[in-house]
């Protein structure tokens, strides 16, 4: 297991962007897929993005391709996300979780790590 610690979160205007880290304990973050998802109110978590270990695979769900990048570095052990464009709908508590493979998934129960989550709060 690794520990996970999210950061970054907050409150914007719509339209106006946030870049979330989060970091990761231990000496083999590379070796990790990692993924954002998030969680509405009164809804299921749902996958944002995902990067490959060494950084050279993204994978995005379709609403927020263009507007979200996912991005790591691994001499930091963090891995990031930019939103921008940000809308009302992207409203949620935000979650980093790690996977060990080699594939991107988007499913949560093939992640085993999760961080606590950091709150993005959009107002219109």
């Known amino acids: 297991q690794v520990q996970l610690v999210e950061s970054g979160g907050g409150l914007v205007q719509a339209g106006g962007s946030l870049r979330l880290s989060c970091t990761a304990s231990?000496?083999?973050?590379?070796?990790?897929?990692m993924g954002w998802f998030r969680q509405a109110p009164g809804k299921e978590r749902e996958f944002v993005a995902a990067?490959?270990?060494?950084?050279?695979?993204?994978h995005y769900v379709d609403f927020v391709k263009g507007r979200f990048t996912i991005s790591r570095d691994n001499t930091k052990n963090t891995v990031y996300l930019q939103m921008n464009s940000l809308k009302p709908e992207d409203t949620a508590l935000y979650f980093c979780?790690?996977?060990?493979?080699?594939?991107?998934?988007?499913?949560?129960?093939?992640?085993?790590?999760w961080g606590q989550g950091t709150q993005v709060t959009v107002s219109s």
């Open positions: 231990g000496p083999t973050f590379s070796s990790y897929t």
């Open positions: 990067i490959s270990g060494a950084g050279g695979r993204t």
């Open positions: 979780a790690a996977r060990s493979s080699v594939l991107i998934t988007t499913t949560g129960n093939t992640y085993h790590s």
